[in-house]
């Protein structure tokens, strides 16, 4: 019988080399980009540009738009905006086309998606057009 050992120093380089290399596995789309970014106040907005950390598996993609506020009404119940979606050419991107440019107020894009490890991801973000 042969015993093959590995020196402790060995085995912690081949540990540190798994934790380290990328694998589809262990990673999940993440929205890394977004114009109007998060938090953003600005004077007009005609698209909504998403750009996600790895290709997207289309079937998965869903996007919503909100308005959450408008200036000098302080109740302003959560309203949803009819939007168009088109998928980039590169699989990693997604524009989002309201009807006509948004008027002021404070609004919230919500998305979910899978990339190729199929897990359905999601989150939100708000900006502001003034």
């Known amino acids: 019988m042969i015993k093959l050992s590995l020196s402790p120093l060995a085995g912690l380089a081949a540990?540190?080399?798994l934790a380290l290399s990328p694998t589809a596995a262990l990673a999940h789309a993440k929205l890394v980009a977004s114009t109007p970014?998060?938090?953003?106040?600005v004077t007009?907005?005609?698209s909504i540009e998403l750009k996600f950390s790895e290709k997207l598996?289309?079937?998965t993609v869903?996007?919503?738009l909100v308005?959450?506020?408008m200036p000098g009404m302080a109740d302003h119940p959560p309203m949803k905006i009819a939007i168009g979606s088109a998928m980039g050419k590169d699989g990693k991107s997604m524009t989002l086309t309201p009807?006509?440019?948004l008027v002021p107020g404070t609004y919230k894009v919500k998305w979910s998606a899978a990339g190729a490890d199929t897990h359905r991801m999601g989150s939100e973000f708000s900006f502001t057009v003034k």
């Open 15 to 17: 540990a540190a080399a």
């Open 44 to 46: 007009k907005v005609t």
């Open 37 to 41: 970014a998060a938090n953003a106040k």
């Open 67 to 69: 308005m959450t506020g």
């Open 62 to 64: 869903k996007a919503e």
């Open 57 to 59: 598996i289309a079937s």
């Open 99 to 101: 009807k006509r440019a």
